[in-house]
């Protein structure tokens, strides 16, 4: 009897370990991930064209667009956790900046494309849910960004816009934006859809418990 509840204890042990091991080791990764996204983004080699009236051409453009297809595919497989948020979003900010006028057209629409499903999702919702979740995601904004970061954000006094948006929908608003104002209100559509995910997420474990 004694021998059984310490193999138990022991095994118990062990699982708690490998999880604590895991878990430092999931972390560490998404720092280290992170850490290297930051060092591509600030990096020399990545010049900045915003302040220039041509674009890329040849070899160059070539090498840049990989870039940028490997930024957005960096960034769309973070896990947006608090830890992480805000540093993901100043990363993405900065990289925006380094773009020239065309670039930063591909870098939304490549945005918007990782953004497909859960805008369609959103826009599918009656009217004043829309409304309700857009006030819910700008508290979230308010509550989750530092002050010095919420400073640069327009989106944060913009209540005839928001309005719009649980009017018309995001996709709808989106089409009326140029990437620069796109870019401002991301954060604010991902809190959205990250809300929209919350609420069905329940919804659907009912549906499970009810079959």
């Given at each position: 009897?004694?021998?059984r509840?310490?193999t138990r204890?022991?095994?118990?042990?062990?699982v708690v370990?490998?999880?604590?091991?895991?878990?430092q080791?999931?972390?560490?990764?998404?720092?280290s991930?992170?850490?290297?996204?930051?060092?591509?983004?600030q990096?020399?080699?990545?010049?900045?064209?915003?302040?220039?009236e041509?674009?890329?051409?040849?070899?160059?453009?070539r090498?840049?667009?990989?870039r940028?297809?490997a930024?957005?595919?960096?960034?769309?497989?973070?896990?947006?956790?608090?830890?992480?948020?805000?540093?993901?979003g100043e990363?993405?900010?900065?990289?925006?900046?380094?773009l020239?006028r065309?670039?930063?057209?591909?870098?939304?629409?490549l945005?918007l494309?990782?953004?497909?499903?859960?805008?369609?999702?959103?826009?599918q919702q009656?009217?004043?849910?829309r409304r309700?979740w857009?006030?819910?995601?700008?508290k979230?904004?308010?509550?989750?960004?530092?002050?010095?970061?919420?400073?640069?954000?327009?989106?944060l006094?913009?209540?005839?816009?928001?309005?719009r948006?649980?009017?018309?929908g995001l996709?709808?608003?989106?089409e009326?934006m140029?990437?620069d104002?796109?870019?401002e209100?991301?954060?604010?559509?991902?809190?959205?859809?990250?809300?929209?995910?919350?609420?069905?997420?329940p919804?659907?474990e009912?549906?499970?418990g009810?079959?």
């Amino acid at each position: 009897m004694k021998t059984r509840v310490f193999t138990r204890g022991l095994l118990t042990c062990l699982v708690v370990w490998l999880v604590v091991l895991a878990a430092q080791g999931y972390f560490r990764e998404l720092r280290s991930t992170v850490d290297t996204l930051e060092g591509v983004v600030q990096g020399e080699e990545f010049s900045d064209w915003s302040e220039r009236e041509s674009e890329p051409e040849g070899e160059e453009k070539r090498v840049r667009d990989q870039r940028i297809q490997a930024v957005v595919n960096s960034l769309a497989r973070q896990e947006f956790n608090r830890d992480t948020k805000v540093r993901l979003g100043e990363i993405r900010s900065e990289f925006y900046s380094k773009l020239s006028r065309g670039e930063r057209e591909v870098f939304v629409g490549l945005l918007l494309e990782g953004l497909e499903h859960s805008i369609g999702a959103f826009d599918q919702q009656p009217g004043d849910k829309r409304r309700k979740w857009i006030k819910q995601a700008m508290k979230a904004v308010r509550k989750e960004l530092p002050e010095e970061v919420q400073a640069g954000y327009g989106i944060l006094d913009a209540e005839t816009e928001y309005e719009r948006i649980g009017e018309a929908g995001l996709r709808a608003a989106m089409e009326e934006m140029g990437p620069d104002e796109f870019m401002e209100f991301l954060p604010l559509f991902e809190i959205a859809v990250e809300l929209l995910q919350r609420m069905r997420i329940p919804q659907m474990e009912g549906l499970r418990g009810g079959s």
